[in-house]
């Protein structure tokens, strides 16, 4: 989704240092980028380019930015399509903004401002025009700007620079985050500290129904009515989110290999939160919340509890719950899973549990974020940034999370204190699977088929599913996912000769279930690669890859998606495509 970036003050080459925020906001996903400044002359100047930030950056080089006071933007088409008319910075006579989220009451203050000519299609545009309009019936800009964020309806993160004001960003935000830093003689604003100097340790987060004003090396903050009130400084080692490369390829592989780091960093966190102060015994069901991978992993929480604790679980998909009928109440625990923690579909779906004042806790590894901020309690996932757009370490180490979770959950109701030895990690199992040549190999085979489904049965189903969405959206293969007992019920309508099946048996219950599933694919031609710890009937299977097993199925759910994650990778090299940055899809989703 959109990223925001804004600095003001002394800073040489202040264009390059904005380009290489934009560079680092890349991760979020983008279609068009741009800048705009308050020149020497007082007057607004804006560049902006679709494509890569590179052409944004080609652009720049053909102008002189001499600024100290510059606002700049990634966008993540939503309202309008990628031209350099709907990319941001938005501008009005007297304004430029930039903007992250949707203004809902769009068109109702387009009819107000019908005095205005606008030149685009996008939704932010309507905030330029607003503040110009607000300019002019008010003393001072920041009471414009105060204006004109009340009368705007939806989630925002903007920041506004106006003529005349040679030195001063205003920011303001709903629903989308944006936090602000000092550095040397400068003062910075960002949607994601990651791009903050690397030797600040402090920054402000701005809250809601607060407007920030950055003045050369000052940041001040002001409650609606403009008076001015004190923000509220938070520590941070902005390291811990600086990633390179390293000697790899693309991040997508770095992070598949970060996997045994993520869960070993995340079971030492979670051992030393193991003072999570809650009652997880009174509980009577749990609710997992997520969207996407992250509902993949809320789907082995809720599998997990359910076996682990004999207690009632359901996994939800966040988008889908906050608009269903609402059958919870306080007896029921809410846990919410995001690696960004800034998911808007999850946020609203956390709000929903608790205007039903129930308890949210959250499972996310961003411990600054909004999801964070609104979680009654947090279980912290430690798997380092994660930049590739196809979320892969998180998976594994949110599933830890569950299994502690469960366990927790499981000891508490036995009145037991719980026994972290229960939580066992394979690494052996895990570096063997890293180390397996045969994804790669067996890339060459995947491309040549249209059609691929993939099969599991109950914790195998979860697998199968997240396995088919990351083939999905980094290779654009077209895949599904389905129970195998249930193929037989229509879509082995489409099994022929070119169809290949991707099975996962690591549960020896669902071993003749399974073997009558396959029989169903190979009478009708069907290829099968078959992920298991047990081996079946040669006439069965057509490639295999062998899991461990020494590890119950729950455990296995740690890692058993690792020869599928590296798959999908291969084959999108195979393919041409760039695993790190699939097309149409952002790392962090903040919009409904
Ligand atoms: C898929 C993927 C997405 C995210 C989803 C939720 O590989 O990464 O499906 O899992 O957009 O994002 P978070 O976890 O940030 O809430």
Redesign the pocket.
Known sequence: MCGIYGIIGKCKNIDKVAINALYELEYRGYDSSGIAFLNTNKEIKVIKSTGKIENLEKNINNHEVSTECLIAHTRWATHGKISTSNAHPHTSENVAIVHNGIITNYEELKNKLNSYKFYGECDSEVIAKLMDYNLQRSKTALEAFCKTIKELKGSYAIECIVKGEYNTIFIARKESPIYVCKYKDTVIASSDLITFPKQTSTYFEVSENQICELKKSKIKFFDLELNEIKGTSKKYDINENKVSLNNYSHFMLKEIFDIPKALNDTMKKLESSDKLNIDLSRFEKVHFI??????HSACVGAFMVQSLCGIDAQSHIASEWIDSPTLCNKNHLFVM???????FD?ILALKKAKQNGCICLSITNTSYSTLANLSDYVLPIVAGKEVA???TK?YNACNLACLYLANKIKAERQNLELNLNDIKIDYNEITKLLNAEFEKEFANTLINYKTIFFLGKCEDYITAMEAS??LK?ITYINSSAYPSGELKHGTLALVDNETLIIAYLTNANYTDKMISALSEVKARGGKVLLLSNQTLPKALVDYSIKLSSGNSSINMLLYSIIPMQKLAYYTAIKLNKNPDKPRNLA???TVA
């Open positions: 997520a969207c996407g991978t992250a509902y899973i995001s690696q960004s923690g800034e998911t999850t757009v196809a979320s998180v969405l990351k959206e790392k962090s989703v």
